[in-house]
């Protein structure tokens, strides 16, 4: 499987993000960067602005102030395709591959944007369109294998298993060959084996294809196991950073997910 070098992934960097909603403020002034080939994980209580974090990343919503930067790339205010096209890729936290299609063509389809064959010349088989087509399955195939699905390829992904049809929505956003990838609760409603598969799927992703992640996920088991570098936001605000390490014993982190002693507002399963 190809790899991308580390002059291909550029660091992501957020600086000073507000995104405000009819007078609630759901991020305030978020600063991170991602540098390239790590996982980056965004964690914080319900609330705290990580869909929001993530909706301004891959241009669904709009930062009121400022920037995104992919290198020296402007991403701030570029709509979602541009961005996905600049090679930021995105997973969704509800499956969104469509039921009856087989994984093959479920993957083909995240090949769009790389499809230099008009339809009209795929339309009538032009040697040209046909080598290319040969090609983008041969590629599919490459990146199902990698991510454990490789004899998946002919069924329908509704038929899979659902930690499956969750390793196929990753497979479809590794098919845009993306030098960043989004990661909104991948291992969500999974088992422990799923989420352990799933978790190592992710860091092969970092690790043998030099991808960078941004990881929003609950379960902080995989993401202390994961992430090298965690942001945590409470309230919109960004109230600790640093390696997971540091992040779990910071008494901020751990009051916000605990929620403040004298109201009894715990929630130990929460605790990161
Ligand atoms: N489109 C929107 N319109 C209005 N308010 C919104 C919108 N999207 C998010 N919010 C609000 O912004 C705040 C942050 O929400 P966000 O979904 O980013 O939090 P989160 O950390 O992802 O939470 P969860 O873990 O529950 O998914 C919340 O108060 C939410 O109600």
Known sequence: MTTATATDVLPLRVEDLTVRFAGLTALDGISLTVEPGTVHAVIGPNGAGKSTTFNVLSGVYRATSGTVHLGTRELTGLPP??????????TFQNLALPPRTTVADSLLLGRH?????????????????????????ERV??????????????????ALPYGL????????????????LLLDEPVAGMTADERRRTAAVIAGVRDSLGIS???VEHDMGVVMRLADEVTVLDFGRRIAAGP?????????????????????????EATP
Do not use: W
């Open 141 to 158: 195939r490459e990146i199902a294998e990698f991510v454990g699905i490789g004899d998946q390829l002919d069924t329908p992904t509704g």
């Open 113 to 137: 944007r790389l499809t230099r064959s008009g339809f009209v010349t795929a339309g009538l088989r032009l040697p040209s369109a046909v080598r290319e087509e040969r090609a983008h399955r």
């Open 244 to 268: 997971p390490s540091r992040v779990q014993n910071d008494p901020a982190v751990i009051q916000a997910y605990l929620g403040t002693p004298d109201t009894g507002d715990t929630n130990e």
């Open 165 to 180: 049809q969750k390793l196929a929505e990753l497979a479809r956003a590794l098919c845009m060959e993306p030098s960043v």
């Open 213 to 215: 992640i941004v990881l």
């Open 81 to 90: 395709h541009r961005i996905a096209a600049l090679g930021v890729a995105r």
